[in-house]
């Protein structure tokens, strides 16, 4: 029933490493308690699989959560950090270096944005953040009061204090109120009530193509084309985060080129923002903006010593060209299709299992309680990583390079913790 292989995992061995009960003692003293962790400590990974402390292998259908989606200890991105490391890691961006320069044009080439250009920061919301300074340049240049925003509840762009606010969980904000007025959320379900909500002192709508965190809440076409509209009416930038879809994630390159925003110039978003998956588990984040967008920052507007430095966007590249060679945003559709049928077989079978939802390699299934923690801590004894994205959803967010024998192996270990939950067994 545990996890357990009797070879180890490339890498550094487990060797060495102190006992769990030691490590948790320590961090618990040494680092503040904003984390609520799962009881294990991982030392090593191989693909998709990851290798604990006590030398239990386990299957990783969390990636990191949407990060390592090349898998763990991948060669060309160790290679391409390696080299890019020993000739040159960091100069600020008051100088040219070349990476950075690669990077931003793959990226405009993947959109197919032949205007579009990129600022390179080192997360997720980071990478939210630029987005929204950029549409409140771009609303200011309009009128001086063009600076609110309208998001969706439920939606996830992060936790600064800039972020937040666009975040839809009010759980987060109570406790760093007040947070401004500058955002409006609307049901993630109601295209009239978005559209009702831009206006003219609407700078941009924030969406997500599946909500991610928001527990792979998939985002209706009449929504994204009600945003759509919305923004050109009102001169709103229509931002999409594809921080968690991005990347191959959802089968396409970029989630909204899988929605009814792809299509021509008029329908596709004006921004869009990338991290996770991007350095393959290095910090890194990106927006790409196109049109009009792409000419609201100046020199001066917005900077940050770290962003788009020869490392990481070696890495970037590196995971750019992975992805591009081995077809891995096509394998994610496949194995997307291939895991939503393994789920909702287990939906017919097992016990709590009530619905799937989500699209590509970024699905939860629904339970009927909210036993979703317990079920990802059975999950773990039975050696396969999940998260509770939802009290009463388990999210998949395998990497892209997973195997058809090991998503039925994964959706094999979820169906047995279902049944320890079911059994009582969560004690
Ligand atoms: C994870 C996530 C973020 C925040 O990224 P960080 O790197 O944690 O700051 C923002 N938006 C979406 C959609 C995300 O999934």
Not at 251 to 267: E, I, N, P, V
Request: contains cysteine.
């Amino acid at each position: 029933m545990t996890a357990t292989t009797s070879e180890h995992l490339a890498g550094p061995s487990s060797s060495g490493a102190p006992a769990l009960a030691e490590i948790r003692e320590r961090e618990a003293a040494a680092l503040l308690p904003t984390y609520r962790r799962q009881p294990v400590a991982f030392v090593a990974g191989a693909g998709a699989r990851l290798e604990d402390t006590a030398g239990r292998i386990y299957l990783d259908f969390l990636s990191g959560l949407s990060v390592t989606a090349l898998g763990h200890a991948r060669p060309e991105v160790a290679a391409a950090i390696a080299e890019q490391a020993a000739r040159l890691v960091h100069t600020s961006n008051l100088f040219y270096t070349v990476p950075q320069i690669e990077l931003a044009e793959r990226l405009r080439a993947l959109l197919g944005w032949p205007d579009g250009k990129a600022f390179l920061c080192n997360s997720g919301a980071e990478a939210n953040e630029a987005a929204l300074k950029l549409a409140r340049r771009h609303g200011k240049r309009q009128h001086t009061d063009k600076v609110n925003v309208v998001a969706l509840e439920g939606s996830f762009h992060g936790r600064t204090l800039g972020t937040l606010p666009v975040t839809g969980n009010p759980a987060k904000h109570a406790p760093f109120e007040p947070l401004g007025d500058w955002v409006t959320h609307v049901a993630h379900d109601d295209p009239d009530a978005l559209a009702a909500a831009v206006d003219e002192r609407t700078c941009a709508v924030v969406v997500e193509v599946v909500q991610g965190e928001g527990g792979c809440r998939p985002v209706s076409d009449e929504l994204l084309l009600a945003a759509r509209s919305a923004c050109t009416r009102a001169g709103a930038l229509l931002i999409v985060d594809e921080v968690q879809t991005g990347l191959g994630r959802l089968g396409s390159w970029f989630g909204w080129q899988s929605t009814a925003l792809a299509g021509d110039a008029d329908t596709q978003p004006d921004v869009v923002c990338l991290a996770k998956a991007l350095g393959n588990g290095l910090p890194i984040g990106a927006i790409v903006a196109r049109g009009q967008a792409a000419k609201a920052f100046g020199p001066g507007d917005h900077a940050t010593t770290f962003g788009g430095g020869p490392v990481v966007s070696a890495a970037a590249l590196a995971v750019l060209e992975t992805l591009e060679r081995e077809g891995l945003v096509a394998r994610a559709a496949a194995a997307g299709e291939e895991l939503s049928a393994a789920l909702k077989a287990l939906v017919a079978s097992a016990p709590l299992a009530a619905s799937v939802r989500g699209r590509g390699l970024l699905q939860a299934l629904v339970l009927d309680a909210p036993v979703a923690a317990e079920v990802v801590a059975r999950a773990l004894d039975h050696g396969l990583i999940v998260n509770d994205v939802a009290p009463d959803a388990v999210r998949l967010a395998p990497p892209l390079i997973i195997t058809d024998a090991e998503l039925d192996e994964a959706v094999r270990r979820l169906g047995a913790a279902l049944a320890d939950v079911d059994a009582g067994g969560s004690a």
